[in-house]
């Protein structure tokens, strides 16, 4: 049953800490996305990927988000300093390669972040 | 740009009551659909999506929704809930082109009564 990881599943931290997220897709699929859920601001886009390159990370904070994808088999979120208005679900989705997936994107579990 | 509305925020339906959840799309052709659902502490997993043919869709867990070209929805149905159903449920709008984001709506969260 091919599914999406994620880990941790949780995360408390203290501001200022640095926090790494780590995404495994579904193998084959070549796009990832990083998504940030709130209760205030719901789902918000962060960053996508695809083949490896980043498409869009313009709903990212540059000062101190990173998105990378060393492999094909991995993406990672990383927050340098993190704070508290960070604390968030975040998750990780994938979608196939080619039209005959219409777009549809596969969810992973999630990572809850606590920043104290 | 596409971009979606789900104007009901929270809606509560007795339990074996039928469902309607409201979905409209903003995008200037036959867009891609989806319903999603996302239980507590979980992540999102795809109902049911629209692509093209026939309008009625059928999903998982007997849901179904129709595309309206006319009026610019994809409404989501069930004809009998389950105290389960309890969720978030999201519509979302994707264009047709090879893999590409999706745009989520606000999200409806459905409170089943006994």
């Known amino acids: 049953d091919a599914r999406v990881t994620q880990t941790p599943r949780h995360k408390v931290t203290e501001m200022g800490q640095e926090v790494t997220m780590r995404c495994q897709p579904i193998?084959?699929?070549?796009?990832v996305f990083w998504y940030r859920q709130t209760m205030m601001q719901g789902l918000e886009l962060l960053a996508y990927f695809r083949n490896r390159a980043p498409l869009d990370d313009s709903g990212m904070p540059k000062d101190r988000f990173s998105a990378e994808m060393p492999d094909a088999t991995l993406a990672t979120l990383k927050i340098q300093p993190s704070e508290p208005r960070d604390s968030a679900v975040y998750f990780c989705?994938?979608?196939?390669?080619?039209?005959?997936?219409?777009?549809?994107?596969?969810f992973g579990p999630g990572t809850r972040l606590t920043v104290l | 740009a596409q971009s979606v509305t789900q104007p009901d925020i929270h809606i509560t339906v007795s339990e074996g009551a039928s469902l309607e959840l409201r979905c409209n799309y903003s995008y200037g052709a036959t867009p891609y659909l989806f319903w999603y659902v996302q239980s507590p502490g979980q992540g999102l997993q795809l109902l049911l999506k629209?692509?093209?043919?026939?309008?009625l869709v059928q999903g998982i867990k007997g849901f179904e929704a129709e595309f309206k070209r006319s009026q610019s929805s994809f409404n989501l149905r069930k004809p009998s809930v389950h105290w389960s159903d309890a969720a978030e449920y999201f519509c979302a709008v994707g264009a047709p082109s090879s893999a590409s984001k999706i745009i989520f709506g606000s999200g409806t969260r459905l409170s089943i009564r006994p």
């Open positions: 629209y692509f093209s043919g026939d309008t």
């Open positions: 989705a994938s979608q196939d390669r080619g039209l005959q997936s219409h777009n549809e994107q596969f």
């Open positions: 193998l084959g699929h070549n796009t």
